[in-house]
Each structure stands twice: as structure tokens, then as C-alpha cells.
T-cell receptor, first 111, second 116 residues
């Protein structure tokens, strides 16, 4: 049974700080890794996808993947109150058909 | 705006009843997947339909069933509702079937189902 583990939080950071969100996964065969943002009562919104070891940057967001350690992280630079949400880590299932999500980490950015 | 529409937005049912949830996607999105998200949990995969055929199923009992229609709409049916079925139900569409590649999922805004 594939698992995706995240610290549920809440993670609290002041405005302008770097928020670091972490995720581990159980299946070494996983190929695709995603970070979604979900505001309360809303649907998940894709922030980043990453497929290769290393860093991938998009604006204020950086995803980091380490397949040897089975670890994915998301860094949010210059955090804003509007970044306050639940961040979901997801990996592909064995068939490559579905996403397996973690429970999410709640981020709170205070102004 | 993802172009994926779900209805209804909220629904209240009683235990033992049946419910149908609907999803309408963009033209050309041949794949629709349904996820269940319980409070405080991440979404869990229910099943996927590709060109009107079931293409994969998660760990959900047969009372969860689906249909996909040629006009890019789909349904999720749940029979004999249980209290634990209370959740946000999300449909996600895509052009193809493979999330292991560079396939993007477009999520609808969800249907919040409450079972009393």
C-alpha cells in the first residue's frame, strides 16, 4: 500500500519568511510528484510538479525532489497571508492512473 | 477557472439513500477521475473513466459506481449511503490517462455530501 506522509501542522510563519513543507513517500517506483494548494472548502489547485531529482523553481515556489531519500519538499519564499492554505503532496499510483495524496499540511502566514 | 463544473455544490442525504453527483468537463477531456476527500484528509481515488470505460479503481466498494457520457459529462452514484460517506467529492479531468507523465488534472469545485 503506497503511502504519502506529511506533517499536518499547522505550520506558522510570519509574512516575508520562507515556509518549508515536507513530504515522504513509501514507493521507490514513484515517478511523478505534485504539490497542490487547497483553500478551505475549495478544490485542490496544482502549484508544482516535479519528475527529476533536484530543484524546480517557479516564481516564489521551489520544489525539491530526492528519490534516494524518498523525500519531496516545497519552499515558499516571501510568504504572504494569501499563501495560508492546506498544501497537499501527491505521487502517482503504481498504474500511473491516479494520484495518492498525503493528508496535507496547513500553513498559516501571519501579517 | 478549470472548466470543470460539478453539481450540486452541497447535498444532504440520510443513511441508506442513493445519490448521484454530476461533473461536466471541457471538450476533449477524455478522462475523468473521481476522488473522495473526508474532513482533514487528502483526496482518495475512487475510480477513473476513459472514453466511457472504467480504467482504474481505488479501494472503494461496488456501491460506488460511475458513468461517463460522450458529451464529456460523468456521474458518480453511491448506493446505500453510510455516515462515513460524508465528504467532499471531487472530479478531475484530463486529456489522457497518465498522471505519471506530464498530464495535468483539472479539478472541479466539488460536491459536499452530508449523510445524516
Amino acid at each position: 500500500q503506497k503511502e504519502v506522509e506529511q506533517n499536518s501542522g499547522p505550520l506558522s510563519v510570519p509574512e516575508g519568511a520562507i515556509a518549508s513543507l515536507n513530504c515522504t513517500y513509501s514507493d521507490r517506483g514513484s515517478q511523478s510528484f505534485f504539490w497542490y494548494r487547497q483553500y478551505s472548502g475549495k478544490s485542490p489547485e496544482l502549484i508544482m510538479s516535479i519528475y527529476s531529482n533536484g530543484d524546480k523553481e517557479d516564481g516564489r515556489f521551489t520544489a525539491q525532489l530526492n528519490k534516494a531519500s524518498q523525500y519531496v519538499s516545497l519552499l515558499i519564499r516571501d510568504s504572504q497571508p494569501s499563501d495560508s492554505a492546506t498544501y497537499l503532496c501527491a505521487v502517482n499510483d503504481e498504474a500511473g492512473t491516479a494520484l495518492i495524496f498525503g493528508k496535507g499540511t496547513t500553513l498559516s502566514v501571519s501579517s | 477557472e478549470t472548466g470543470v463544473t460539478q453539481s450540486p455544490t452541497h447535498l444532504i442525504k440520510t443513511r441508506g439513500q442513493q445519490v448521484t453527483l454530476r461533473c461536466s468537463s471541457q471538450s476533449g477531456h477524455n478522462t475523468v477521475s473521481w476522488y473522495q476527500q473526508a474532513l482533514g484528509q487528502g483526496p482518495q481515488f475512487i475510480f477513473q473513466y476513459y472514453r466511457e470505460e472504467e480504467n482504474g479503481r481505488g479501494n472503494f466498494p461496488p456501491r460506488f459506481s460511475g458513468l461517463q457520457f460522450p458529451n464529456y459529462s460523468s456521474e458518480l452514484n453511491v448506493n446505500a449511503l453510510e455516515l462515513d460517506d460524508s465528504a467532499l467529492y471531487l472530479c478531475a479531468t484530463s486529456l489522457g490517462t497518465g498522471v505519471a507523465t506530464n498530464e495535468k488534472l483539472f479539478f472541479g469545485s466539488g460536491t459536499q455530501l452530508s449523510v445524516l
